[in-house]
């Protein structure tokens, strides 16, 4: 069988024949399970996946109507683009109720969030990279709950973290609101703060992948901001402190 690399999970979650099981409880927005059937090299496989589709969206008043599912998109470009993996495979693409996005879903206990495993040096490396990347991308929605952890099993060797739900994120206005301020004031490490130049160039250069994928998804004022977080973010060097305002999100859960 083909090994499920984020390339073929991609390709399945695009072209896959999708099937809806059922609405998701709790969600702001219209959310549904569903799975995706496709093959590959002639073997057929299913996925169970999260599809949010654009015209299930509650309107708010400072995000630009319709345009949650492209942020969820955008999210996952930027994490790959710094090669964090921390965003599950995320695609656009038509279904049942129209244009909205499809993400891998994660299978992982719900009493397990960011608040049951907080300062755990075990995965201290994964949420430096979810704070950098919510910072990044200026994520107004970071709750406990948000920090899936999906267990050591056959299909993951070791424990690891992801991050959802990114459909408020991306605005040209500072909105950070996050559970996770753990490490404020600390010094960015070496690597990750490499990884911020990588993706910063990306973003500079407009004739680059990411530039092009990002333009398509998000507003000119929004990618510009994108672009001047990552330049601040990389010249302080640390941890930023929370900002003006509510710091928190609600729930925080």
């Known amino acids: 069988m083909a090994e499920l690399t984020t390339a073929v999970i991609l390709n399945l979650l695009q072209d896959g024949d999708l099937q809806v099981e059922g609405v998701l409880p709790w969600s702001s927005n219209y959310t549904m399970l569903v799975q995706v059937c496709g093959q590959v090299a002639g073997e057929t496989y299913t996925l169970d996946a999260v599809y949010k589709p654009q015209r299930g969206e509650r309107p708010l008043w400072d995000f630009a109507q319709g345009t949650l599912c492209l942020r969820e998109r955008a999210a996952f470009l930027v994490s790959e683009a710094l090669e964090w993996h921390i965003v599950p495979p995320t695609v656009l693409r038509q279904g049942r109720h129209g244009l909205g996005s499809v993400q891998l879903f994660i299978p992982h206990n719900p009493e397990r969030h960011y608040f049951t495993f907080e300062g755990d040096p075990r995965y201290g490396e994964q949420l430096q990279k979810i ?106 060097g640390v941890f930023p402190a929370p900002g003006p305002g509510r710091h928190y999100p609600w729930p925080p859960v």
């Open 131 to 236: 704070v950098l990347f919510d910072i990044l991308i200026n994520n107004a929605d970071r709750k406990s709950g948000h920090v899936l952890l999906q267990e050591a099993d056959n299909s993951a060797p070791i424990a690891r973290l992801w991050g959802i739900d990114h459909g408020i994120c991306f605005h040209s206005e500072y909105k950070l609101r996050t559970v996770i301020w753990e490490f404020v004031g600390q010094p960015i490490p070496a690597k990750l703060m490499r990884d911020l130049l990588c993706v910063r160039t990306s973003l500079l250069t407009s004739d680059s992948t990411l530039h092009n994928q990002l333009a398509s998804l998000l507003s000119t004022a929004e990618l510009a901001a994108l672009q001047k977080r990552a330049t601040t973010l990389i010249k302080q």
